[in-house]
């Protein structure tokens, strides 16, 4: 019901509009007809959870809020769909050559999200990429198939490279990517140690740039990769040492997100060129690996915006395939196995972040009363205004409504009003403003003056996650992730509000949402009914969030729980119980026996001196040790 009485029109249709579900959460996110987001884990199947409850179940098992919730079907999803776009690209180009892909990795490397990965990516041969020492031993301890792939890239000293060698003894393509010079003495070092021939790939330094953020991951000045006159160098040294069979493949990697497809285009134009230059100086290659970039729709805006992607997973394929396949043509060199690192297309989508809004900072306006006969001239005519605010009014009502409070302040400075009728006058002018609001959601065009009014009633909801933990990116630069309510979506939400989180800091704010255009700085939420939870979901964050996730204000890692379809309905597995206190503090070296130890010793000198009672101690020292042992996050009855 609106002030007027009227009951609004809102549906579950309306809400998916205005959080842009569809363009960013097909095929995986929708809202059902009870107004909970649904999740369909295998859109192969017409099956779905319902988020709102299943969150409602894990709560009611001990899982408390926030909750990371995985679906492993989706990872399995996107691998499906990932592998069937190269495919299909392959096979309608006729290109005489295959596509072998890796998970890089550092995207996530939690176990359970990697072995996922092996597991299901088996029809593929889908294989594992190392940025570092600690993800080679993970990926070869996760390799454990014959015939397995891994990609190893990253800095190496003479242990990565020995053992990136002797594991091509498992029966696995091993192939060390040479990101400086510097590592082919190495390689020749580890050679002739241990006997084995190595299987070399090179990174090149495009001139070719991404776009975005990431751009500078190609280019002249990038970190890594050989310049062409450093790579000339490597094939002199390897013809020159008998092993220009050695070298296998060329990677390069454009950077992350890269939201146009033109870069990728350009890209693959000069790679394919590079790979037919060093096939013709009698390098043995057979793989092109087009590294990352593959980018997420954050805001469902199919644009070339930073958070978005103006191409598809099909037409990244094709392109990259067509682009290969037309160097090699025209140079009759044999096409190579095609090889691309899509970290983000694969880990975004799999999981969910669920939390709950603990307050807000703003009261929720109750219809003014009605004045009577003997109340001040300017509270009637507020009321006025307030009544007979409607769309097409609603600049007028504005400026009104302005007005009022201003001449209801001056006349208080004078006298002539009383504190209580100030507070009404408030009110009054709050009322309107909510109201304004309201009304300026029916208009197709909101003039700019109005946008005031939405950052004055903009409020601030007070969430129980840590953003530096939970989503890292959005504070270090930025990043946008789909945020909505996962029920109630059958109401119309009345209020704009930023997120706040637990942390003290005052970036732990989410004040960029995203939008069809551009940004916006509110999200659209619903009074928070007293006494009743409001459940929030972030989406899209199972990229890079969770493992760049860090300790600010000690909040630890989140509880976190697999949900996977089964025949009959869905199982929950893996539930890893999140960061309690005490592990936080002991990862900081602190141990918490002898913070025990001391608190109590402080109690028991301030009960001996009579400024505690017995019971106040007891109260204490149950609430600190209780605390140690549990969650690092607030209770939802706080
Ligand atoms: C980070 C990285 C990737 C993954 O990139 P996405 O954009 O997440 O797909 C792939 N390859 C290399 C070398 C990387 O550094």
Known sequence: MDGNGEPRDWSVKKSSKLYQIKGWGEPYFRINEHGHVEVRPDPTEDRSIDLYELTKQLTERGLDLPLLIRFPNILQDRLRLLNECFGRAIREYGYDGTYRGVFP????????????????????????????????????????????????????????????????????????????????????????????????GVRAKLSSKGIGRWADSAGDRAKFGLSMSEMVHVVDELEERGMLDCLKLLHFHLGSQVSSIIPVKNAMREAGQIYVELTKMGCEMGFLDVGGGLAVDYDGSKTDFRGSMNYDLQEYAYDVVAGIQEACEKASVKPPTIVSESGRSIAAYQSVLVFDALGVDRVDFEDPQNPSAEDHR?????????????????????????????????????????????????????????????????????????????????????????????????????????????????????????????????????????????????????????????????????????????????????????????????????????????????????????????????????????????????????????????????????
Request: charged share 25%; aromatic share 10%.
């Open 105 to 200: 990795v550092k995207v996530n490397q939690q176990r359970h999200l990697v072995e996922e990965i092996v597991e299901s990516g088996r029809p593929w041969r889908f294989g594992l990429e190392a940025g570092s020492k600690p993800e080679l031993l993970v990926t070869l301890a996760a390799m454990e198939d014959e015939d397995g792939f891994i990609i190893c890239n990253g800095y190496k000293d003479l242990a990565y490279m020995e053992t990136a060698l002797v594991a091509q003894g498992f029966d696995n393509t091993v192939v060390v990517v040479l990101e400086r010079v510097e590592e082919l003495a190495l390689a020749f070092r580890a050679s002739e140690k241990l006997g084995i021939r190595p299987c070399l």
């Open 378 to 638: 300017i509270l009637k005519e507020f009321y006025e205004t307030w009544k007979g605010i409607q769309p097409k009014n609603v600049q007028e009502s504005w400026h009104d409504a302005q007005q009022s409070l201003e001449e209801a302040r001056s006349l208080f400075k004078f006298g002539y009003l009383g504190m209580r009728e100030l507070a009404r006058a408030e009110h009054l002018f709050w009322s309107c403003c909510e109201k304004i609001l309201r009304s300026m959601r029916r208009l197709k065009y909101v003039p700019e003056e109005l946008h005031a009014v939405e950052e004055l009633m903009g409020a601030i909801y007070y969430c129980n996650f840590s953003l530096f933990q939970s989503a890292p990116d959005i504070w270090a630069m930025d990043q946008l992730f789909p945020f909505m309510p996962i029920h109630r979506l059958t109401e119309e939400p009345t209020v704009r509000a930023r997120l706040a989180d637990l942390t003290c800091d005052s970036d732990g704010i989410v004040d960029h949402f995203i939008d069809v255009e551009e940004v916006q700085h509110s999200l659209d939420l619903h009074a928070v009914k007293d006494g009743e939870e409001y459940l929030l979901g972030m989406f899209l964050g199972g990229a890079y969030q969770e493992i760049l996730g860090d300790l600010h204000n000690l909040f630890g890692d989140t509880n976190a729980v697999h949900v996977r379809l089964e025949d009959y309905g869905y199982s929950v597995a893996n539930v890893i119980k999140g960061d309690s206190i005490d592990e936080v503090l002991r990862y900081l070296q602190y141990d918490p026996e002898e913070m025990v130890e001391r608190v109590r010793k402080q109690a028991e000198r301030a009960l001996n001196q009579g400024r505690m009672t017995l019971p106040q101690l007891r109260t204490f020292m149950l609430h600190y040790e209780e605390s140690l042992r549990g969650y690092t996050y607030l209770k939802g009855d706080a």
